[in-house]
């Protein structure tokens, strides 16, 4: 059987892949890139819309990135690094819209304002503290803060109407919030790829085999479920971009970096209401604090979405534990996970986070009832008959070793990569999606070390993200030239 060669092999057909896939074409139209997914279409396991929060992760609105000390104080510096992150991907966005590869960007992204919203003396002291600390920031410039019953009726009546008028609530607002449909980008993205020469995408094609030969390349082989035609690829990069398929690859890969890390799984489930006269009042991102246990993704937020151009109203995610670690993977998939290297960290983390485990049984128990009474803390008016429950997607968190010896349950994304560059892939959950293009160019960087120091490719750089090497958490200049371009491009507002 002849080998396919190829120069990169993305595993996975997400935004990841289809991120990191669209650079490289743009840093090298050269490259031969071949992309293996392992279901009958792209984007349909993390990245497809129903399958993620579609927030433009900014920490505009989500209150887990800003906490607070134990001494009262509000720390910031994690939403400023994400917020300059997302920056990034709506730069390379907007390029991708001007050079006419993507279509109208309200295909795939649509302004939503960005709020958060508490009630509680405390919770409402803490919102204000926040919203001092972030306002004084040229990324947070814009955001507002209120405590006035009339401006919240303004800015989010499905929330306050018909709640108790005593009760002491607050909320701030960024209008150039966004909502996206990273299931329409990423298959947007992909198509034009297919447009192009030297690439080709395989299609129901799950990898069964990855190991490295001695001269570096990479031998992976897939076989096509459809026809039973087994593949076999070579490549000299290979990205592992499978969401929690990424985590049994990067074990397969048996590289020195991938020896430690575990992955602790946790599914979602979404309450939908596609009733347009409810659907029409509430149209902005309301986040809250999260349940003392709660896993960051299960951050409660009453979201007005638009997926494949269709508006709905969701609410959750309400979180629930399972061992697959994909939502069309296998009950084995986290025992066929553990292994002699990742066995301490995976015990010492289920030891240490029993009231994690807890909070994610009593979510799966969960009646409609008990649902739909979470969400009338967001939407007191709320009916159970106008809202569905519908699976979201899986999470598979990291668990790494910790420097004491045991382990560390991670909540953030991760890039592990081989010593070589040959191979790297992604780990871990939110904010994923919205800062992929942040995260590829880290892949690149690592792992086309001695290309990406050329001039022409920091030339193509630069033009792709106009920001590149230069920081937008300290240049505000910069920023509001970045700013005002990509909020224009993407209809997403103005900015002053």
């Known amino acids: 059987m002849a ?21 490289l074409r743009q840093l090298d139209p050269s490259l031969d890139i071949v992309m293996v997914e392992r279901l009958d279409h792209v984007a349909h396991e993390s990245t497809d819309g129903w399958n993620n929060a579609g927030t433009g992760h900014a920490g505009y609105c989500e209150l887990n990135y800003t906490p607070e000390t134990d001494d009262g104080d509000v720390t910031i510096e994690r939403a400023l690094k994400i917020n300059s992150s997302f920056e990034v991907s709506l730069q390379f966005w907007s390029y991708l819209v001007e050079q006419g590869m993507l279509p109208d960007p309200k295909t795939f992204i649509n302004q939503t304002p960005h709020q958060s919203f508490v009630w509680g003396e405390k919770n409402v002291e803490y919102l204000r503290r926040r919203y001092q600390k972030l306002s004084g920031h040229h990324l947070f410039r814009e955001m507002q803060f209120t405590e006035s019953p009339r401006v919240l009726e303004e800015w989010m009546p499905l929330v306050v109407r018909n709640r108790d008028p005593m009760q002491p609530v607050a909320a701030t607002r960024v209008e150039h919030g966004a909502d996206v449909d990273f299931g329409s980008l990423t298959r947007s993205m992909v198509e034009y790829l297919e447009t192009t020469t030297n690439f080709e995408l395989m299609l129901s094609s799950p990898v069964h085999y990855l190991a490295q030969r001695d001269n570096g390349r990479w031998k ?15 490549a000299g990069f290979v990205f592992l971009g499978a969401g929690g398929g990424a985590l049994p690859m990067l074990q397969k890969s048996n590289i020195e970096e991938s020896k430690g890390y575990g992955g602790f799984p946790v599914s979602g489930q979404w309450l939908v209401c596609q009733k347009p006269e409810i659907v029409e009042q509430h149209r902005s991102k309301v986040y809250g604090k999260a349940p003392i246990g709660a896993p960051p993704m299960s951050v409660p937020h009453l979201d007005t979405r638009i997926i494949n151009g269709k508006p709905a109203l969701l609410f959750g995610p309400f979180a629930g534990f399972t061992t697959r670690f994909l939502k069309q993977g296998s009950v084995f998939d986290l025992l066929g996970s553990v292994s ?40 007191p008016d709320a009916q159970e008959d106008d809202w569905k429950l519908q699976d979201a997607g899986q999470r598979v968190q990291i668990i790494k070793k910790s420097p004491g010896g045991g382990g560390k349950l991670e909540f953030g994304t991760e890039i592990v990569a081989a010593k070589d560059g040959s191979l790297a892939a992604l780990l871990g959950a939110s904010p994923g999606a919205s800062t992929a293009v942040h995260a590829m160019i880290d892949v690149i960087e690592r792992c086309f070390g001695d290309r990406i120091q050329l001039p022409e490719w920091q030339e193509r750089m630069k033009t792709m993200v106009n920001s590149y090497g230069q920081s937008l958490v300290e240049d505000e200049q910069l920023l509001k030239t970045v700013r005002g371009r990509t909020l224009s491009t993407l209809k997403l507002g103005s900015y002053s």
């Open 3 to 23: 080998v396919r060669q190829a120069d990169v092999v993305l595993i996975g057909g997400g935004v990841m892949s289809a991120t990191l896939g669209m650079m």
């Open 340 to 379: 002699p290297t990742n066995l301490g960290p995976m015990l010492s983390v289920s030891r240490t986070n029993m009231d994690l485990t807890r909070y994610l049984i009593g979510e799966v128990f969960q009646s409609h009832s008990e649902r739909v009474d979470s969400l009338r803390n967001y939407f």
């Open 220 to 234: 992976v082989r897939v076989k096509n479920q459809k026809t039973g035609e087994l593949t076999k690829l070579e």
